[in-house]
């Protein structure tokens, strides 16, 4: 990925973050020369492997899956907050209009996993970390025995032990503090504080 030295994120905290608050990546793999890509949702497991693991799984159904060597890797990309921003916002209006966003992407060896046992587990945690208190009070248990088993048979995990991650974070960091703020006034004014957010701690960060 094309990151200006400005704009790279390097701190796997933030970078764990981003992935966990917006999860549904896209996993990005070659087979005979042709790319394939689909969207899934995300786990990041902190401690597993060197630097870290993403867990996930797919319909059995999705081809996809079956191309994966495990000795070569994948790229799994998660996009975060992004929005346009206009030379209007700046004080010095004699600019281009450009596009404040952050992703990251994960590189690693793919890991098919289709134990049954395995797979509970990772469908129990998947469902766990969407499934909040305050947002829901349903239970996986709530789905009789017999149906649960029929459903996990149509589906395999997914382990990607990572091996690189890298960040752009890309919020007018090469912009003049009082043109940085500016956006931000603005990013606020119009309620995207995920945008402003991260801006105010760039800020925060250099002084």
Do not use: C
């Not at 796997?12 to 899934?40: C, D, K, M, V, W």
């Amino acid at each position: 990925m094309y990151t200006p030295s400005s704009f790279k994120e390097e701190n796997p905290e933030i970078l764990f973050h981003l992935i966990e608050e917006y999860n549904f990546g896209i996993l990005f793999s070659q087979h005979q020369e042709r790319p394939e890509a689909t969207h899934l949702p995300f786990l990041v497991h902190r401690e597993k492997g060197p630097q870290g693991s993403l867990i996930a799984h797919f319909a059995k159904a999705n081809k996809h899956w079956k191309s994966f060597d495990e000795s070569k890797e994948v790229l799994a990309v998660f996009q975060g907050p992004h929005t346009y921003i206009s030379p209007a916002w700046y004080k010095n209006r004699a600019e281009v209009p450009t596009w404040n966003y952050a992703t990251v992407h994960v590189i690693g060896k793919p890991k098919i996993v289709t134990d049954p046992g395995d797979l509970t587990e990772m469908v129990t945690e998947l469902t766990h970390f969407h499934e909040k208190p305050e947002h829901s009070d349903w239970k996986l248990d709530e789905v009789p025995k017999k149906e649960f088993d029929t459903d996990l048979k149509a589906i395999v995990g997914l382990v990607i032990e990572i091996t690189k991650i890298e960040g752009k974070f890309k919020f007018n960091q090469n912009k003049s503090t009082e043109d940085q703020q500016s956006v931000i006034n603005k990013m606020d004014s119009l309620g995207r504080t995920d945008i402003s957010s991260i801006m105010k701690n760039n800020l925060h960060s250099k002084k």
